[in-house]
């Protein structure tokens, strides 16, 4: 399974960007997919996470702000991001769980960067 992620870049406090995470390949029933975030110098942490019947978790940090969603037929993942703030500055991952596949799937990261 491979995952491809878009939507990344420079905005202001504030402003909005949406992310974007298609899944193709040897792909049989995928569970769930979501993002995590990585800032320099920091672990890299959950952010969001939907289940293929529309069950979201997020972070505390972004609850409010963030929305997840999940396009089953096309195997996309997106991530709305309002209300930006700089602390929300690091490379994004996508990632993807499979039914009966102890694998989880990562994609290559797009960097988010709020300025002040």
């Known amino acids: 399974v491979q995952l491809q992620a878009s939507g990344g870049g420079l905005v202001q406090l504030g402003g909005s960007l949406r992310l974007s995470c298609k899944a193709s390949g040897s792909i049989f029933s995928i569970n769930a997919m979501g993002w995590y975030r990585q800032a320099p110098g920091e672990q890299r942490e959950l952010v969001a996470t939907?289940?293929?019947?529309?069950?979201?978790n997020y972070a505390d940090s972004v609850k409010g702000r963030f929305t997840v969603s999940m396009d089953n037929a096309k195997n996309t993942v997106y991530l709305q991001m309002n209300s930006l703030k700089p602390e929300d500055t690091a490379v994004y991952f996508c990632?993807?769980?499979?039914?009966?596949?102890?694998?989880?799937?990562w994609g290559q990261g797009t960097q988010v960067t709020v300025s002040s």
């Open positions: 939907i289940t293929s019947g529309g069950s979201a």
């Open positions: 990632i993807a769980d499979q039914q009966f596949d102890p694998r989880r799937y």
